[in-house]
């Protein structure tokens, strides 16, 4: 279990929440087949941070694996004045190395459904992952909803392949990709080579599981009364698969997307991409005799993994009773115009979303494409793979140490304004860099994400951006190539863009993001599907660098930063 601290002032004034974790390596059972796990506590998922606006967070983490660094990413937490805290591997600090003991702190300064996960290699596939949820402050903004109760629910891919195997065959001549999941988790628990929703088809490929309730696979139970409104929560920290999850019998109503409120709107199924969070509230206005499945299926890739289930229990009705309908059935992977009806129908709520500035100081276009490297597959933005640097951005920079990465800015544009997003690349060679966007402070900054065509003919894959340090505004989504008379689609009579921090690329398609570049310190910008990002898929962006104080050396004991320390008699550590 997770060792918290901290206890809370009945005044409702803000608290230090303090947590001592250990990472490690263990065998667990996810889907039923046992295999190692990168795990906190000896649990998995990893413990539940619960806090209140204003709060303060402090985890103290212990590095117990054998071999390996780690860092831990506070998805959606801003770090405004701690960006070193932020927890990305040659951007905000050094890895902590096997046996040191790393202190994050940082505040929790804005309400939301959020989550953390490892940032090194791939270690969120790994299992290093968990939930963070910030509740308004007692004497703070009141949430523009009501709920009698309310239930989180981290949704993950599996593989029984580690990810040691396919961080080498990402890396290999001849490419090996990683495939399709084995499963589909809901707060770490799916089934393999089994279905809970056999008994619904007497031609079912797989067998019904048979569980007594108690096993590590065994499904999610929600406890609920009938009449009462909840408040369900959903994180998705996919690897690889996009998702859609609905309520047998229920439909619900979208409140809140990454820790910003919405417009409300009721609707039977939600979307939710890699590194996406929402909350949805549902009314347990059903036949109370009667237990319903929540189903989560694949989106936007052929789909060869079940769904996750999990299970709306009505009490006093006995968990082990089954639905009598199958669980919903999950759209067809492919209907993008079902999927982008979804995302144009979140808008921001008036009244907590400010409409964004009118108009831009910079814009850049990154396109998205899939290229070669003296043989390897790789990931390129405006034809260049990022390749970390040892050296952390946010200590380069603010120390000066201008050799510790290329100093020649990357390019705002697409290398050929003539490529063709529709057809694989003419010539698919890439260059690897490790450049950054120096962004003017304060200034607003528009960036157009383009898709295009993999190496493959005829196929474009859905790409969901995560940006660290800042929430960005949705101007819109686009098919085909962006144009420059483009911005009307922003312009649409009434619609209220919506503050986020990951949005989504639909195939062959373009997102716009608008955001202030207000919140000093070096940021990754990144596909948020763990191999992409692994072969290169991504940006860093810096601003007001020069407004930090001194960034903790503990954070920087390796590369040239280390080295500097250490030549003052300092020698940096973890």
Not at 76 to 82: A, C
Not at 500 to 525: E, S, Y
């Amino acid at each position: 279990m997770a060792m918290c601290l901290a206890t809370r002032a009945s005044s409702g004034a803000a608290t230090t929440l303090h947590y001592k974790w250990v990472v490690e390596n263990i065998f667990w059972s996810p889907d039923g087949q046992q295999n190692m796990v990168m795990a906190i506590n000896g649990g998995f998922p990893g413990p539940n941070i619960t806090a209140k606006v204003g709060d303060t967070v402090e985890v103290e983490l212990s590095n117990n694996l054998n071999t390996e660094g780690v860092v831990i990413h506070w998805h959606g937490i801003r770090q405004f004045t701690t960006p070193w805290y932020d927890g990305t591997a040659s951007v905000s600090q050094c890895v902590i190395n096997p046996g040191q003991t790393f202190l994050y702190k940082f505040k929790v300064d804005k309400a939301g459904t959020y989550f953390y996960h490892g940032h090194y290699g791939m270690q969120r596939e790994a299992g290093l992952y968990g939930s963070l949820i910030v509740e308004e402050g007692d004497q703070g903004q009141k949430e523009p909803f009501q709920y009698d109760g309310e239930f989180s629910l981290l949704l993950s891919d599996w593989w029984h392949q580690t990810v040691y195997q396919q961080e080498v065959g990402l890396s290999s001549d001849p490419f090996q990709w990683i495939n399709e999941p084995q499963s589909l988790l809901i707060n770490g628990r799916g089934q393999y080579n089994c279905s809970l929703a056999s008994r619904y088809n007497s031609s079912a490929a797989l067998p019904e599981c048979s569980l007594g309730g108690g096993e590590q696979w065994a499904p999610n139970v929600l406890k609920v009364l009938p009449n009462k409104t909840y408040r369900l929560r959903i994180a998705s920290t996919t690897s690889l698969a996009s998702l859609n999850l609905a309520i047998g019998g229920h439909n619900v109503t979208v409140v809140e997307a990454d820790g910003n409120y919405v417009q409300p709107f009721s609707t039977t199924d939600v979307d939710i991409y890699s590194g996406e969070t929402y909350s949805v509230l549902f009314t347990t206005n059903q036949n109370p005799d009667e237990n319903y499945w929540i189903s989560v299926g694949v989106r936007g890739r052929l789909p060869q993994t079940p769904q996750a289930l999990a299970l709306v229990n009505y009490l006093p009705n006995h968990a082990s009773k089954f639905p009598t309908s199958p669980p919903p059935v999950t759209p067809q992977w492919d209907d993008y115009n079902r999927s982008k009806a979804f995302s144009n129908r979140i808008q921001g709520l008036e009244g907590t979303t400010p409409p964004p500035p009118a108009d831009y100081d910079r814009r850049i276009m990154l396109l998205n494409t899939q290229n070669t490297i003296d043989g390897l597959t790789v990931w390129a933005i405006n034809n260049v793979s990022l390749s970390f640097p040892p050296t952390p951005y946010l200590g380069a920079l603010k120390y000066g140490i201008k050799a510790a990465f290329d100093q020649t800015p990357p390019p705002d544009t697409f290398p050929d304004c003539r490529y063709d997003i529709m057809s694989p690349p003419a010539n698919p060679n890439a260059t690897t860099g490790n450049a950054i966007y120096t962004l003017d402070f304060n200034s607003t900054v528009d960036v157009i994400l383009q898709n295009a065509n993999t190496l493959q003919p005829n196929d474009s894959e859905i790409h969901p951006w995560h940006m660290h340090g800042h929430n960005f505004w949705v101007l819109g989504y686009g098919d085909g190539k962006f144009q420059r008379g483009d911005e009307k689609l922003f312009e649409k009579a009434g619609r209220r863009p919506p503050l986020k921090n990951t949005a989504v690329i639909f195939p062959f398609g373009w997102t716009a993001l608008r955001f202030v570049a207000d919140n000093p310190g070096a940021w990754p910008f990144h596909c948020h599907i763990e191999p992409h990002l692994h072969m290169g898929m991504g940006v860093v962006i810096a601003e007001g660098v020069e407004f930090l104080a001194d960034v903790p050396r503990e954070t920087l004991s390796c590369g040239l930063t280390g080295m500097m320390f250490s030549g003052n008699g300092e020698e940096g550590h973890n």
